[in-house]
């Protein structure tokens, strides 16, 4: 059994799940699921459409270049025949996904790498910048004409609404 | 509220690229994908199939509309054709499912024979399963 990937958002399509379409010059187009089927009828762009691998990978979301990737490839040269190829194989799975993982983590971390330094440092601007907007408890003691200026513009909004 | 018609139009839109296919039934009209000569027929009849019509693989009773000047087949005969490409989607063995372009069908005699010697375009790996071997190795693509 082969487990080809979906031609929308190349996930594993897994025997007995999706539907094919085979357009008039006999491509053939795999899809995981309706969700992905549909988008394609649409004639949405995987590229453009952010859930999709093609969009991750397009942005630099994902990693894209490991040697880990290259295990799993479409060959079409048959294998010579070898008992233990496997075994070795299922072995190696586990070895590789782990690798895998590991590089993924590493990747995803280096993605992250000052973000919240620039979270901070927005957070400080914000700060700096619309004090205007908040006004002391002790401002509106003395001046409660600040209160009763906000209400009627609350009243207008209610009434475009309506 | 313009907001809510564009969405709307959008809706319908998309609601349109999304055609429910259908069976193949009378008066469906078939590409011929083969040199027999004709080019399209009508469906009149399918053969052995669910009642409802005929899909992938089913045979059907056919009337040739439009035909070749000098074909083997003639404007106005009654042929037997098996459909080889339909819109429809149909289930495969494994539970996943195929569909086509476009409806299609390659003429045979009443044995199963195909009366021209090459059929154009994709066909689906079921036709084995009906007995269509000599359609499927004249195909071009086998999907």
């Known amino acids: ?13 897994y025997p007995g799940h999706g539907i094919q379409f085979v357009r008039n010059d006999a491509k053939i187009f795999r899809f995981c699921r309706s969700k992905c089927h549909k988008n394609f009828k649409m004639k949405r762009n995987p590229r453009k459409v952010k859930w999709t691998k093609a969009y991750r990978r397009l942005r630099g979301k994902d990693m894209t270049q490991d040697s880990t990737f290259e295990f799993e490839r479409k060959r079409n040269r048959p294998e010579r025949y070898d008992r233990s190829l496997t075994e070795n194989t ?9 690798v895998r993982v590991e590089r993924e983590a590493r990747h995803h971390k280096n993605r992250m790498k000052g973000k919240s330094a620039k ?12 004090t205007i907007l908040v006004k002391a408890p ?10 009763k200026v906000s209400q009627p513009q ?4 209610v009434a475009m609404e309506e | 509220m313009r907001l809510i018609r564009s969405c709307c139009c959008r809706f319908l839109f998309v609601a349109r690229l999304q055609q429910q296919r259908t069976f193949i039934q009378m008066r469906t009209v078939l590409k011929v994908v083969d040199n027999s000569g004709a080019k399209k027929v009508m469906c009149i009849q399918a053969l052995k199939a669910n009642k409802k019509g005929a899909r992938l693989g089913d045979t059907i009773v056919a009337s040739v509309k439009e035909a070749h000047p000098n074909g083997k087949v003639k404007k106005g005969k009654v042929v037997y054709g098996v459909v080889v490409r339909a819109a429809m989607q149909r289930g ?23 009366i021209g010697t090459r059929v154009f ?7 084995r399963k009906k007995k269509h071997v000599k359609i499927l190795s004249l195909a071009e693509h086998i999907a």
Request: aromatic share 4%; glycine share 4%.
């Open chain 1, 1 to 13: 059994m082969r487990l080809e990937k979906c031609w929308f958002c190349s996930s594993t399509v």
């Open chain 1, 119 to 130: 979270e901070h440092n927005e957070a400080i601007k914000e700060i700096d910048q619309s």
């Open chain 1, 154 to 157: 609350l009243d207008k909004n």
């Open chain 2, 92 to 114: 495969r063995c494994d539970g996943s499912e195929v569909k086509f372009d476009d409806n299609a069908v390659v003429l045979v005699d009443k044995q199963g024979q195909p």
């Open chain 2, 121 to 127: 375009g994709p066909v689906p790996h079921e036709l």
């Open chain 1, 90 to 98: 299922l072995k190696a799975i586990k070895k590789i996904d782990k």
């Open chain 1, 138 to 147: 002790s401002a509106l003691q003395q001046e409660p004409s600040l209160v």
